[in-house]
């Protein structure tokens, strides 16, 4: 085999989950992540559906994201190379840190927030816990890959200022911070061009700019044209099973359409990969299964979020009988379909783990799969609901409700749940509902019950870890990472999901998430960042000094030890930009007693004060005030304090298409062009005359156009050289 022929066998896999051993190069094991270690039992079949050997499955992003807990995170991404290691994976599948763009997106589950800035922290925390294990990290889906619908051809169009600071910015902070060993190209178009394909965004943007240098590796079935996705910068083509595409390759170098340089480039780094993952691997490696399902216990439990929780009727009082209502109680849902499905070594069943702490009776109340008598399933929830001295209802979606693969067509909880929902209320008013969901559902109709737990997806120790939070042993402490709507028809993308003919058009611009929510002020049923306590915690002496230390004081006013995130929030006032109302910049927490107080302590970085200007194709921040908020939430802010940052240095180059009044800005041009103005223009123009604001008027003209203005006085050869010399002075 020639060199350039290994090169390009290097390439590709050698089957769906291995890559080709070549010469001395050695093949790795690269597979699913992000929650669970998903190795198949036997040989991989030509889908990666068969078997899998159990694994921990931790709780799906969905809901670790409400963690808020980077410490936390990292700990399971230590897990998972400790498993990844004993299972023979040299590469785990993970994080995927995509933005939830759209509630209705069927992956929703697999990925953190609506927020880049929580993605980022806790998308990097994951990769350096796996990583630190000698486990090499995928970060995926790069990039834009917000849709399940037409995934592997619709072009998602967003200008380049939102792209950059909403949809990369994730991406951005878990290169700089974690340094990643690969990162996975998305299946979808970018702007027209497939991301497998695209120049600008794996070379120019991912390596030049932010100077990665790991290795990029396809989704399973993302490349189109091998040839041209390795001159954009493709290194690995997942999966394999077959020698055409490096065939495809070996052509193109040879009739000189694909630089062979380029093909070197991406061997090496394959190479590169393939033996810092097998030196660091352990050979009979071992990982504690209890242990492991312990920490997925802890996770969970620190995942829900109490929503609501009138009248304190939560915690409950194990000495009280109760009735659980609800399939999802004995039938658990605990991950999402599709590619990361993970076989777990034990699972912790909602209803046995309270059974196991009081007296209950159970009643299914519905059935997931439409089957059975809906009336006598609800008529018996009734009846137990009224006998009992609290109900807890399990509410939520199945697995076949969403899925990798498939978009929903709405965000509603299904009507027969809403249904039993409001006869249990009706037959005792002392109801609790657990939701149990991967992505965010339109939960107004539901609030009639006084208590409501968020339980997310939790994994395989979310049954004991609802039990604990129910009856005290945990305090909830966990905080949404995405707005609840009132009604689908508010969410930002409504109108521009999932497109049309190929394309879906991000028309929401900047505000996505709680930055659309609160630049309309629109209502929502729950905000981003709310989660309640069964303490409570009061916010002072908020301080932000002018290196962007940030301290707060947090005081537990209640009478339970408990846990409370601490959000900061910018808002800049006078901004020259559109920005959103507040954006998340920074959060920390505290655990205390009772009238136990702490100090939270963060850094704002200057780079998240920073927007993406498309003049120049870089990031600035802007001079002036700056206003920094804490909170509880997005919409619980507890106290605010004004910082004057000092901008970064920038002159627009000037030219005849500039502005006059963009002109004007500049010192150097509005010197020079001054006298000329006046001039020409003085002794003829008056706001009188004109009847308007001249500064206005004249302001959007191009400068070039004064010349049509100027009774010849002024020629466009006069202009270039004026505009010059003030550059260049």
Same mark, same amino acid.
């Given at each position: ?69 980077? &410490? ?218 209890? =242990? ?70 159970? =009643? ?98 979310? &049954? ?34 999932? &497109? ?230």
């Amino acid at each position: 085999m020639s060199e350039l022929a290994e090169q390009a066998a290097l390439g590709s896999g050698a089957d769906f989950w291995t890559t080709k051993q070549v010469g001395p190069v050695p093949a790795i094991v690269l597979t699913d992540g992000p929650h669970g270690v998903r190795k198949q039992v036997a040989a991989s079949d030509q889908l990666g559906i068969a078997e899998n050997v159990p694994a921990t499955c931790f709780p799906p992003a969905a809901g670790l994201g409400q963690s808020w807990d980077p &410490g936390l995170v990292e700990r399971i991404g230590t897990a998972l190379g400790r498993e990844s290691q004993a299972l023979g994976v040299h590469v785990l599948l993970g994080p995927g840190i995509n933005i939830k763009r759209d509630p209705r997106c069927g992956r929703n589950f697999e990925y953190y927030s609506e927020d880049p800035f929580v993605s980022g922290v806790l998308g990097a925390a994951w990769v350096r816990g796996v990583q630190g294990e000698g486990v090499g990290a995928c970060v995926k889906h790069f990039a834009a890959n917000n849709q399940e619908y037409d995934r592997m051809r619709v072009s998602a169009d967003v200008d380049p200022r939102t792209l950059r600071e909403i949809y990369l910015r994730a991406f951005q902070r878990v290169v700089a911070e974690a340094d990643p060993w690969s990162l996975m190209c998305s299946y979808n178009r970018v702007n027209g061009v497939l991301a497998s394909q695209n120049e600008w965004l794996l070379t120019k943007v991912l390596r030049d700019e932010w100077g990665f240098q790991g290795v990029v590796v396809s989704d399973w079935g993302a490349v189109a044209d091998r040839p041209a996705a390795v001159a954009a910068g493709l290194d690995l083509e997942m999966p394999g099973g077959g020698a055409a595409t490096d065939d495809d390759v070996v052509v193109a170098v040879g009739n000189g359409s694909l630089d062979p340089a380029r093909v070197a480039r991406a061997a090496d780094r394959v190479t590169a990969l393939a033996t810092r993952t097998t030196a660091a691997h352990r050979e009979g490696a071992e990982f504690d299964a209890d =242990a492991h399902h312990l920490l997925a216990r802890e996770a969970a439990a620190r995942s829900i979020v109490l929503l609501q929780n009138k009248g304190d009727l939560l915690p409950l009082d194990s000495s009280k009988h109760l009735a659980v209502i609800g399939e999802f109680a004995q039938q658990p849902r605990y991950q999402g379909g599709g590619s990361s499905h993970v076989t777990p070594t034990r699972l912790d069943v909602p209803m046995e783990e309270i059974g196991a702490r009081a007296e209950v009776t159970f =009643a299914p109340g519905f059935s997931t799969d439409g089957s059975g008598d809906a009336a006598a399933l609800r008529e018996d929830a009734v009846q137990a609901a009224a006998t009992a001295h609290t109900a807890v209802v399990f509410l939520g979606l199945a697995a076949r409700q969403e899925s990798e693969g498939a978009d929903r067509a709405d965000i509603e909880i299904p009507p027969e749940q809403l249904e039993l929902l409001t006869a249990v209320v009706a037959a005792q008013p002392r109801t609790v509902v657990v939701l149990i969901h991967g992505s965010v559902l339109r939960v107004a109709p539901i609030t009639i019950a006084p208590a409501i737990l968020d339980a997310a997806l939790l994994g395989q120790g979310g &049954g004991a870890a609802l039990a604990d939070v129910l009856f005290g042993a945990v305090n909830p402490s966990g905080k949404l990472t995405e707005t609840v709507p009132v009604r689908l028809q508010d969410v930002p993308a409504y109108g521009n999901f999932p &497109g049309e003919h190929g394309h879906v058009r991000y028309g929401e611009g900047l505000q996505v998430g709680y930055r659309w929510y609160d630049a309309r002020e629109l209502p929502v049923t729950f905000p981003f960042g709310h989660g309640l306590s069964y303490t409570t915690f009061e916010y002072s002496d908020l301080v932000v000094d002018p290196s962007l230390q940030a301290r707060v004081t947090i005081t537990n006013t209640g009478t339970r030890t408990g846990r409370e995130v601490a959000q900061f929030y910018v808002s800049v006032p006078g901004s020259s930009v559109e920005r959103a109302p507040r954006q998340l910049v920074a959060f920390g927490s505290a655990t205390l007693a009772p009238g136990e107080s702490a100090t939270v302590e963060t850094t704002i970085d200057r780079a998240d004060l920073a927007y993406w200007d498309v003049r120049v194709d870089c990031w600035l921040v802007e001079s002036g005030e700056y206003v920094v908020s804490v909170g509880s939430s997005s919409r619980d802010l507890r106290g605010q304090v004004a910082v004057e940052v000092t901008g970064d240095e920038f002159r627009l180059p000037v030219t005849l298409e500039s502005s006059l009044a963009e002109a004007l800005s500049d010192p150097a041009t509005a010197t020079a062009l001054g006298g000329l103005l006046s001039a020409t223009f003085g002794a003829e123009l008056t706001a009188e005359a004109a009847g308007t604001d001249l500064a206005v008027l004249l302001g959007a003209l191009p400068v070039g156009r004064l010349v049509a203005f100027s009774g010849g006085q002024l020629t466009r050869a006069h202009l270039e050289q004026l505009l010059t010399a003030a550059r260049e002075g």
